[in-house]
């Protein structure tokens, strides 16, 4: 009996250690995501069987949200270092689906700070590319020597005259670092391999089926380069415009909308007044400041934040410096999450308070008009339609995107952030019987939006999982078309761009 009961016991305890082990492993992201053969199926639209092509994930953001984010692990996925396998399911559709068009907006890659730290050592980090040097890519080398040839490219001003690489020793302020480089020499190899057998493009595309739309910053210039070469390598510069694109939120002739800046001042002052009460956090930025021998305000100015998250990015020692004596003082991983906590804590209550959400709508809408205008073209395959779009923008420009499209649960754009739309047409209807109509029509367009790899769709706004119909594994575009020409404008109670933008 007594042999028995110890029996029960170490079964009882390897089970629960398992468990233990299981749970941990997922939370930190150590168990590979990356889809089986098995995973990539989509029911079968007649119901019987499943087409081995693709499913729509309903797994969309594997975050453990019973638990308060981890400022230092969450800082880590910020980074996106790209020392991983990383899933993906763009490209994934029901059997006989043909896509039609992609557009992506991306947020820069990893760069150099925008803020320096007082009285610190600014970051010792090399901003020209090596191929031998880490992080590395096996398109970097051919990259390097393609980007020399950009003069025969189309450049809208003032975009002839940014770099297209970076290219100083010494990183200046916001440059692109050679991280940031490989993280969207990934994506669009990875972009390149999910549509490759699709045939988006044909071999002799023209320079309206690519469409590259930059701002003047050389960060999104050389990430949005890095990521159409990782998608085309050794594209033709003769058949490439590059746009330009004055304001970061990318909205073109539509920009003034007086309503959107009110918006975004009454967020602020809710933004400084959640910093301001916040005990904890000001005892950390004093202590800071007293470690560096400067002032609480200008260490606030200088938003350590930023610089800090270099150093946490590149595997760097935090500043330090000489104090009496001689003596070395730190900053702290300590003091650094407080203020990640901080900023995590602002990101949830901003999504409670509903006025982000109103500046991300009229912030967003002209953008979004012209992703459905694309949509529109592609789908009734006009001549010269843009079947590839990349937009590289800014995490300002990819959060109210975000927001403005009700992905709540997303998490804030890392570097290398993506945001996909994918157009596809579903397989013509079968013939009709003898004397009806034999004529076969095309299928119906659908839309699917991605984050990051993530299928996204069902979680929209304009397509939420609770309004699907059954068997219908994709969204149709009217849904999308709808929601940017009249629904997305509900929250502000108008009816259109125009209206909500100069109510009163």
């Known amino acids: 009996m007594l042999a028995r009961n110890r029996f029960l016991l170490l079964v009882v305890v390897g089970v629960a250690t398992l468990a233990i082990v299981s749970l941990s492993l997922q939370f930190l992201n150590l168990i590979p995501t990356t889809p089986t053969a098995e995973d990539r199926t989509f029911p079968a639209l007649d119901g019987g069987g499943a087409s081995a092509v693709g499913k729509s994930r309903k797994r969309v953001f594997p975050a453990l949200h019973t638990l308060e984010p981890n400022p230092l692990s969450e800082a880590y996925g910020y980074c996106n270092t790209p020392n991983r396998s990383e899933q993906a399911w763009e490209g994934h559709s029901p059997a006989d689906y043909k896509l039609l068009s992609v557009q992506v907006m991306i947020r820069h890659g990893d760069r150099y700070p925008l803020y320096s730290i007082p009285k610190t050592k600014r970051p010792a980090i090399d901003c020209t590319l090596s191929p031998s040097r880490s992080p590395s890519h096996p398109l970097l080398k051919a990259f390097i020597g393609h980007m020399g040839l950009g003069g025969r490219g189309t450049w809208e001003a003032p975009l002839s005259s940014v770099p297209r690489v970076p290219n100083h020793s010494a990183c200046e302020m916001g440059e692109l670092t050679q991280t940031g480089v490989v993280q969207h020499l990934r994506n669009g190899q990875l972009l390149r391999q999910a549509y490759r057998r699709h045939d988006l493009l044909p071999a002799d595309w023209t320079p309206r089926q690519v469409w590259l739309e930059t701002t003047s910053r050389s960060r999104t210039v050389q990430s949005g380069l890095a990521l159409l070469y990782g998608f085309l390598p050794d594209f033709d510069w003769a058949e490439l415009s590059v746009r330009h694109q004055w304001s970061t939120l990318f909205c073109g002739a539509s920009c003034d909308c007086p309503a959107r800046n009110r918006y975004l001042e009454e967020e602020q002052r809710r933004q400084y007044k959640l910093r301001v009460g916040d005990g904890e956090l000001d005892r950390t930025y004093a202590d800071m400041a007293r470690t560096l021998g400067v002032a609480t305000r200008q260490l606030r100015a200088a938003n350590p934040v930023d610089s800090l998250l270099c150093h946490l990015c590149h595997g760097l020692a935090f500043p330090c410096v000489l104090g009496g004596g001689g003596a070395r003082a730190c900053l702290t991983t300590a003091q650094f999450a407080v203020i990640r906590r901080q900023q995590l804590d602002d990101e949830r209550q901003r999504k409670e308070a509903g006025l982000y959400r109103k500046y991300a709508v009229l912030a967003m809408h002209p953008y979004l008009n012209r992703t459905a205008a694309r949509m529109e073209r592609a789908a009734r395959g006009g001549a010269g339609a843009e079947l590839f779009a990349l937009s590289s923008a800014h995490d300002v420009t990819l959060a109210p995107l975000l927001s403005a499209l009700g992905l709540t649960d997303a998490s804030f754009p890392r570097f290398a ?56 594994p994709l969204c149709p575009l009217r849904n999308f078309l709808s929601f940017v020409r009249r629904d997305m404008f509900s929250v502000l109670n108008a009816t259109s761009y125009q209206e909500a933008c100069y109510r009163r």
Request: glycine residues 8%; contains cysteine.
């Open 417 to 472: 952030a993506r945001v996909v739309f994918e157009l596809w047409r579903s397989p013509a209807p079968a013939r009709k019987g003898k004397g009806e109509r034999s004529k076969v029509k095309d299928g119906e367009p659908f839309v699917r939006v991605l984050y990051n790899g993530e299928d996204v769709t069902f979680h929209t706004a304009f397509c939420r999982e609770s309004d699907r119909r059954p068997r219908q």
